[in-house]
């Protein structure tokens, strides 16, 4: 196996499905590489390794392994940084704490994760854990920026295909609810940092009796950065729940609450938690005390509070009065097991939640299982605009034709943990009335903000060079293309106004400033779904968190996944990163695999970044035989889709090896059948024809193995062998891919 410091393609080893996948698929990308002299490692960044990899004093020689995530940001500031990055866990306090408990019952001496932590050794152990928490592995791998859009031969397929789409009615009362001011879109400041304010500075709270409290020391802020921060009021967003909870009463629909609090992993999980809270109530009010000293903790949903609740003697009379509450009907993740849209901080993530909800034709599922429409709760009001404004397109004009819509394109600014992504170690919740501020090096305030008990608090930056190399790519993107560009930027918003300014005098020196627009997300929504409605093409210049959002919502419109999206990071030093789409369906798959053993995960992202990764390869070493490959990667990846060989949902139909299998057939075939390069035509043709001629035996031995359940020993870090009995069960195609 390939050194992950030397090898010449990094895959990751990841976590959930796509993981699980990669059991299948690696050994015919190794198989097919090495005829290159391609080497291929497998860094881990799965949640479950970067666990073991923080506490090696803990563990056995055998149980130890190395920091990969660490070893990876440093070598994608590197010219020679070729990484496929697989979806990987984002891990909310629940999922950390379960995968935690699996390490531990398979002998791993590693603590428990400190909810309350008291003691000095208690609070290191919980930092060293919130390092690992939410997104952190993106911030780490990102540095360059996104080019994210959808490949011809899927887009091509999405329209010939159509994927269903919920009727839209004109009277439909889904909507969504955000708060009217007190968020963080109402009272955000934004600077960008001069020469003479550049250096070391520090975020403090200032009580009312003048104690200072250094909340973040030594936080370096470059000249030319962008430095924001805001607040969200805790009094006000609880007065909004309660409100909202009422107004969803009051029109019959379900009550949604759409957070990221995985990425997010500071400040929505608190969100998370005042929901919570707000649901319950009275309940709360009578016995949260009870419930908290239990060990329950809101803002780690509802589950965690119930599960805290049947510890206690009076369990049943406290169930009884949530059961007696006067609520809405709740949107559900799972009405069969009675898990809400509350239960579990993870289970409803924004950037899925709500395009499946508008794709739905605005309706959600109820603890009944019935379809109803719903009151989506998002609310900060810095991006609940873009959902808005869909909803209030599609009730305006029906459900988008995906036969004939037009694709919207995303250049992502992310480089450098740009903007709020960046965010989690200058997020915090007050302490206590007073005020936090950032004072900079040279002892001036920069911002400023008088807070109350709870409040959320936070800071973000983004610096010059990612905003110059973001603008620059935009260009590039608009240029080979002639798309409408728009870049998503609020004029009324502080740090937009910002970028702004970075933006437009670039635009006027380019001499392009007429083929782009500058428009406020509200107002680019209604313009990109005009834009595709129509037929024609837009590219989306957008921020962090707008990237990640949108190259969710616009590919589950326009494809119903995006999961094959092509997504490149041209790192800023010249490297590449290759990223195969979201992982937000990941669990239940698994959950697939393990009661039927049937993988449904699609590997389209896979088959699209390993053909560019290939290319990468072979203009940046000089590898013609990498090209070669990786010309007929893209044929096999056509031939997918041609031919409709990606997997099905349902058991019994062909999953997602046998897409592997067709893959690896479409790949041989492509590579036997060209004339660029003679000693790769003749190594794979016997391939070929082995394929081809195994096509009844491989697919009946792929067939055969659905259906029992499946054991792969773990959930977080399944077991190797396990994987591969499982995910590798044709012996017929092992013994021709070695």
Known sequence: MADNKTADILYTIVDEAPELASASFLPIIRKFVSTAGITVGTPDISLAGRIIATFPENLTAEQRQNDDLAMLGELVKTPSANVI?????????????????????????????????????????????DAIKGSAVNPVLREGNSDRRAARAVKNYAQNNPHSMGAWASDSKTKVSSMSGSDFYANEVSATITDAQAGDAKIEFVAKDGAVTTLKDSWPLAAGTVADATFMSAKVLSSFLAEAIEDTKNDGTMFSFHMKATMMKVSDPIIFGHAVVAW????????????????GSPNSGLGDVLAAIDTLDNADAIKAEIA????????????????????????????????????????GWDETGAKGDTNCIIPDRCYSTIYDESINFFKANGALDVTTAGSVANVGLMA????????????????????????????????SHTVESGDIWRACTVKQAPIENWIELALDRQRLTGSEAIFWLDANRAHDAELIKYVQPALEAAGKADLFQIMAPREATAQSLKTIT????????????????????????ELGTSAKMLSIVKLMQGGGLFETGAGGSAPKHVQQLVEQNHLRWDSMGEFCALGES??????????????????AAEAATQGILDDNRSPSRKVGEPDNRDSHYWFARYWAEALAAQSDDAGLAAEFAPVAKALADGEAAITSELAAAQGPAAEIGGYYRPSAE??????????????IIG
């Open 614 to 631: 290939l290319n990468f390869l072979a203009d940046t070493q000089g590898n013609a035989k990498a090209g070669v490959l990786g010309v």
């Open 722 to 735: 396990l994987k591969a009995k499982i995910m590798r069960p044709s012996t017929t195609l092992n013994a």
């Open 416 to 447: 450098q943990k740009a903007e709020e992504y960046g965010s989690h170690p200058t997020t915090f919740e007050a302490p206590a009335d007073g005020t936090i501020r950032i004072v900079l090096a040279n002892g001036e305030t920069l911002h």
């Open 534 to 557: 129509s037929g024609a093409d837009s590219i989306a210049i957008t921020g962090n968190v707008l990237r990640d959002y949108l190259t969710d919502l616009f590919p589950i419109l």
């Open 324 to 363: 007696a509450l006067d609520r809405p009907a709740m949107y559900m993740v799972d009405s069969d097991k009675g898990i809400t849209n509350l239960h579990v901080p993870s289970d409803v993530i924004i950037d899925a939640s709500m395009p499946a909800v508008i794709r739905a034709g605005g309706k």
């Open 85 to 129: 990055k697989l979806p990987n866990i984002s891990a909310s306090v629940p999922q950390l704490t379960a995968a935690i408990a699996e390490l531990q019952a398979n002998g791993y001496d590693l603590p428990n994760y400190p909810e309350d932590p008291q003691t000095d050794a208690e609070k290191a152990v919980r930092a060293r854990y």
């Open 280 to 295: 319950l109530g009275p309940v709360w009010d009578a016995h949260g005390d009870a419930i908290a000293a239990a060990g």
